[in-house]
T-cell receptor
């Protein structure tokens, strides 16, 4: 399978706990995006990387959220001290500079904060 | 920033008929792209079609075509010969400077 993969697919946690999601993009893609999607809404941009550099972060991304892409390959999104409002689907997508307009999405990581 | 508006929360279409899903955008940037994605109940976002702001002709991909009207800032998706498997959420999106903005989506139901 050469698509975008995300892990875990589902995560249930208690409020106040930390969670981490991983995304493995398509191998030749140098751009990686994180989005958050709540029920009935479109994906909201959180942050994106070009190679290992984090080029932009949304104002939606509070200090409790941090994303890394240490070697320009896989990325992690960590949420510290989770709140019930963090419950959502976290989508990862990747694209290449040769075809920058097309995003390839993973299947998402669904977070439920109790 | 770019704003994407989809005013149809839900649409019904009879199998084998055509359907148009509306999308308007608002941007001051001269160079942008417009996209449509399909999200079935499984949750995965599937790329359907792309239109660049400088493209002279409307984009087509199989049964999908994009009715791009620059003056009206609209980029409507037309699905011809609807199939039951087309039932899904459809999102219009635009990009500026490598950031993608999505509309709130239209839920399409194809009736047999």
């Amino acid at each position: 399978d050469t698509g975008v993969s995300q892990d875990p697919r589902h995560k249930i946690t208690k409020r106040g706990q930390n969670v981490t999601f991983r995304c493995d993009p398509i191998s030749e893609h140098n751009r990686l995006y994180w989005y958050r999607q709540t029920l009935g809404q479109g994906p909201e941009f959180l942050t994106y990387f070009q190679n290992e550099a984090q080029l932009e972060k949304s104002r939606l991304l509070s200090d409790r959220f941090s994303a890394e892409r240490p070697k320009g390959s896989f990325s992690t999104l960590e949420i510290q001290r989770t709140e019930q409002g963090d419950s959502a689907m976290y989508l990862c997508a990747s694209s290449s500079t040769t075809s920058p307009g097309e995003l390839f999405f993973g299947e998402g990581s669904r977070l439920t904060v109790l | 920033a770019q704003k994407i508006t989809q005013t149809q929360p839900g649409m019904f279409v009879q199998e084998k008929e055509a359907v148009t899903l509306d999308c308007t955008y608002d941007t001051s940037d001269p160079s942008y792209g417009l996209f449509w994605y399909k999200q079935p109940s499984s949750g995965e976002m599937i790329f359907l079609i792309y239109q660049g702001s400088y493209d002279q002709q409307n984009a087509t991909e199989g049964r999908y075509s994009l009715n791009f009207q620059k003056a009206r800032k609209s980029a409507n998706l037309v699905i011809s010969a609807s199939q039951l498997g087309d039932s899904a959420m459809y999102f219009c999106a635009g990009n500026n400077f490598n950031k993608f903005y999505f509309g709130s989506g239209t839920k399409l139901n194809v009736k047999p």
